[in-house]
Nanobody, 129 residues
Framework: QLQLVETGGGLVQPGGSLRLSCAAA????????VAWFRQAPGKEREGISC????????QYSDSVKGRFTISRDNNMPIFYLEMNSLKPEDTAVYYC??????????????????????WGLGTQVTVSP
């Protein structure tokens, strides 16, 4: 059974850091594009980072570029979102997602929700003094 489980959310002060983890049980993660999304209160879910299985490199939304880093350990299998210089506007529920695309990567830019078939349940990140 394929399952994604996020951990690492919590309350952090502005300027602080958090690392989110997404455990990918049952996945041969090396074959999967992986991504992080977030949904703030009253807003639609937005894609913020994507990492292609083919090693083409990570993609980031403008809102997190330079502050967040996506990475993966295919052997565990687990992938991460390192978040630095956090701002109150980063407050949201964060979701990890994955999809297997043997012919082409879906990580060609900011990740699109409809292209990912596997999702975690989310973890809350709150940035507040």
């Amino acid at each position: 059974q394929l399952q994604l489980v996020e951990t690492g959310g919590g309350l952090v002060q502005p300027g602080g850091s958090l690392r989110l983890s997404c455990a990918a049980a049952g996945f041969r993660l090396a074959n999967y594009d992986v991504a992080w999304f977030r949904q703030a209160p009253g807003k639609e879910r937005e894609g913020i980072s994507c990492d292609a299985a083919n090693g083409a490199g990570a993609q980031y939304s403008d809102s997190v570029k330079g502050r967040f880093t996506i990475s993966r350990d295919n052997n565990m299998p687990i992938f991460y979102l390192e978040m630095n210089s956090l701002k109150p506007e980063d407050t949201a529920v964060y979701y990890c997602a994955a999809d297997w695309n043997p012919h082409r990567t879906v990580c060609t830019g900011v990740p699109l929700e409809g292209l990912f078939g596997y999702w975690g349940l989310g973890t809350q990140v709150t940035v507040s003094p």
